[in-house]
């Protein structure tokens, strides 16, 4: 009787030990402090806030509220990017930053030194010169395949002989892209006229002007026109003349055809990156910064049907966006 009281004895202390244990455990779980994330966002358009959301979800999806994230917009404001830039730098609950466009890396970059950099929507960070062989800077490109979309407009708008190039020259990508769209299409003779924009209120008078000579329009990935893209799209479907843009979403704002970056697959592709940083211990300079490409055509059916355009056979993919099925 006395040896099972005594086995009795043991067994209750022993269920008390493991509740008391496991309690400690979770008391310790809850209250470790989330890995915290600060995300500088350049400016308010489609394309970047899919890349913001990308990013956002894949982060929650595969942490379970282990690493949290704190949003910043610089609402298209250089000031205001650096002024949110020295927040994150001075931050010490920040433990790594996600910049989204090259104006929110170039603000970051110039302060912060340390702490893990994460990049999406930055066309050609090597040209910024603020990569070395210890960078602190890792994530995705979204630099465009330019010749393959030049030679797409060529299969699919064979008439067009000039084609405007709307840019703002004060955003180092677009440039750089202009640059490269301006060569590709004398390769395939047609003259590039190059139409530089500053602020929005140029675009009505600018946009009006380059519609008045050119059989067509083309946009980089730019930051101030993709914020513009309704206006614009809107001023190509009054002249009748194709808009072509470099990011998919521009699609849905009217535009004739993209081929480019899905910015929410970018997101997701340097949520990925950052999780191996923050969560698996990586340097970001043993990570290269990857492109993320396509090789889908999206057409808006609605604009298609509109410039009464016929498609040949092409090696890409075409995808129709019916937007009024979409009740857009």
């Known amino acids: 009787m006395k040896k099972k009281n005594l086995l009795l004895s043991l067994l209750i202390i022993g269920i008390i030990i493991s509740a008391i244990t496991i309690n ?27 890349a913001c959301q990308g990013f956002i979800n894949t982060i929650t999806q595969n942490t379970n509220g ?10 298209g404001s250089i000031i205001n990017a650096h002024t949110i830039a020295e927040r994150l ?9 996600y910049a989204i466009a090259t104006p929110a890396l170039q603000a970051i970059a110039s302060v912060e030194k340390e702490k893990p950099i994460f990049i999406a929507a930055v066309s050609n960070p090597y040209q910024l010169d603020i990569i070395n062989k210890k960078t602190n800077i890792c994530g995705t490109t979204d ?3 330019i010749p393959g ?3 797409r ?7 067009v002989t000039t084609i405007a190039l709307i840019y703002n020259p004060a955003e180092n990508n677009s440039v750089a892209q202009i640059a490269i769209m301006k060569k590709e299409l004398l390769l395939h003779s047609i003259k590039p006229l190059p139409i530089g924009i500053t602020t929005e209120m140029e675009i009505p008078h600018a946009i009006t002007s380059a519609l008045s000579k050119a059989d067509a329009l083309l946009t980089p990935t730019d930051n101030l026109i993709a914020s513009a893209m309704p206006i614009i799209s809107h001023l190509s479907r009054s002249a009748q003349k194709p808009l072509i843009a470099c990011h998919n979403d521009a699609v849905k704002q009217g535009a004739f055809m993209a081929r480019g970056v899905d910015y929410y697959e970018s997101g997701k592709e340097t949520a990925q990156i950052a999780l191996t940083v923050l969560r698996d211990g990586k340097k970001p300079y043993k990570l290269p910064i990857t492109p993320t490409q396509s090789d889908t055509i999206i057409i808006n059916k609605q604009v298609f049907d509109e410039l009464g355009i016929t498609i040949g056979e092409i090696s890409d993919t075409i995808m129709y966006i019916n937007l009024s099925e979409q009740g857009i």
């Open 24 to 50: 400690k455990t979770r008391q310790k779980i809850n209250s470790t402090p989330s890995i915290k994330i600060g995300i500088l966002q350049t400016a308010s358009h489609p394309a970047l806030d899919a």
């Open 149 to 151: 979309t030049i030679k």
């Open 153 to 159: 407009i060529k299969d699919i708008l064979p008439h």
């Open 66 to 75: 282990a690493i949290t994230c704190v949003v910043y917009n610089a609402q």
């Open 89 to 97: 730098h001075a931050d010490n609950s920040i433990k790594g930053i």
């Open 143 to 145: 630099m465009i395949d």
